[in-house]
């Protein structure tokens, strides 16, 4: 099994809808961030997360909220979809104090 | 703010050749630099980093290169295979966040 898994792989969604992605990891890391990706602009942070009780902001959060029900779930929403958001999201994770970030394979969402 | 970028977006090197992938960085207070390589499909995985306080650092058929003076960074593949066709990403991580800063990448193409 994956060490950190997203859900759904892949997602066809109308202008208007709330759309919820899910993330969960099985490497006991405190902290979990969510990044989308664009062609040509790189990995943008949308929010991050230190514990189940630490929510931050990155730098292109407009349109997005996040919940973090466990130390293993980090979930992102997109309240009212619109197709600028079409995009690959990752998910990642990382331990307090280490170096290394795992990510996940990605959730391919697609706003139409 | 925090940038990165990568000196040419696409390399294109013969298989069996080295490979040397550039990034410049503008943010002096990062402890480390991570890179990461990110196939098709699949979310980035980590290949290797490097303290700020070395210059250099080997893995394994990989080595990074570490010039704080001109802020400069290189990831150098040795006999460089087809598996490492990929985009490269080399992000310092940001401040006391950890937040990866991203730049766009260089896709690496491997010709056989």
């Known amino acids: 099994d994956a060490d950190v898994t997203q859900t759904p792989r892949n997602r066809i969604t109308k202008t208007g809808k709330r759309i919820m992605l899910e993330c969960s990891q099985t490497?006991?890391?405190?902290?979990m961030y969510w990044y989308r990706q664009d062609p040509g602009l790189g990995l943008r942070l949308i929010y991050y997360?230190?514990?189940?009780?630490?929510?931050n902001k990155g730098e292109i959060s407009d349109g997005y909220s996040v919940s973090r029900q466990a130390q293993a779930k980090f979930s992102l929403s997109l309240e009212s979809a619109i197709p600028n958001q079409t995009a690959l999201y990752f998910c990642a994770t990382r331990e307090t104090g280490g170096n290394g970030y795992t990510f996940g394979s990605g959730t391919r969402l697609t706003v139409v | 703010g925090e940038n990165v970028g990568l000196h040419l977006p696409t390399l294109s090197v013969q298989e069996g050749d080295n490979s040397i992938i550039n990034c410049a960085y503008s943010?002096?207070?990062?402890?480390?630099f991570i890179w990461y390589k990110q196939e098709s499909g699949k979310g980035p995985q980590f290949i290797i980093d490097?303290?700020?306080?070395?210059d250099k650092r080997q893995g394994q058929r990989v080595t990074v290169l570490l010039n704080k003076t001109v802020k400069h960074l290189s990831l150098q593949i040795a006999a460089t295979q087809p598996g490492d066709s990929a985009v490269y990403f080399c992000a310092p991580p940001s401040g006391g966040t950890g937040k990866l800063i991203f730049g766009q990448g260089t896709t690496l193409q491997v010709k056989p």
């Open positions: 943010n002096s207070a990062s402890d480390y």
């Open positions: 490497k006991g890391h405190d902290r």
């Open positions: 997360s230190f514990d189940v009780k630490d929510i």
């Open positions: 490097i303290r700020s306080n070395m």
